[in-house]
């Protein structure tokens, strides 16, 4: 089984998107929502290739765009938006079309990325960046060793509901509108 970093970030969302996604294998449509955010990433992505890292806080980083990464012992597979590679350190950048007070999901993804890097380049990746496209701030997350633990019970968790077929409760039905799944829950109005 290999996941893909943006489940930690949905399942914290709601654990059932992620249960959908791998137990019963349910491929949907991306809301209209979900497709106007991927072309204000693509067009981000663009912008952001011209402009320098000051903002960023560092210097000699070579951008690179869209790497996709996988590692078998990781048990991930996916693609990062940026990462900043310089002579020691591969920093994971990751642009998010909001900043949100709950940022858990955010950073357990990001962590994620942090993880692949280091398989797959042999690279030291100790921090990572949150870039907001609506407000274009930036916030630096450190992968401490809080992180850590809870990338590690939370990957555990959702082997666990996958493998033993546990069907989860949502965490919060006002977040159903949104969900491309809506259509496969019987008990959201
Ligand atoms: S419709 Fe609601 S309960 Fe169902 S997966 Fe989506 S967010 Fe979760």
Known sequence: MILNPVDFKNYLYCPRQIYYKYVYKLEVDPTV???AGSDIHLIFSRIEKRRSLKKYGIENFK???GIKLYSKEEMLSGEVDMILKGEEDFIPVDFKMTEISFIEGYVLQLYSYSRLIKKVFNKKSDYGFLVFINTEKIKKIIFDEEVES????LKNKIFEMINYEKF?????YDRCSECEYINFC???E
């Open 33 to 35: 929502k979900m497709l």
């Open 63 to 65: 951008k690179e765009f």
């Open 150 to 153: 809870q990338y590690l019970s």
């Open 168 to 172: 989860p409760e949502a965490v919060n």
């Open 186 to 188: 019987g008990d959201t």
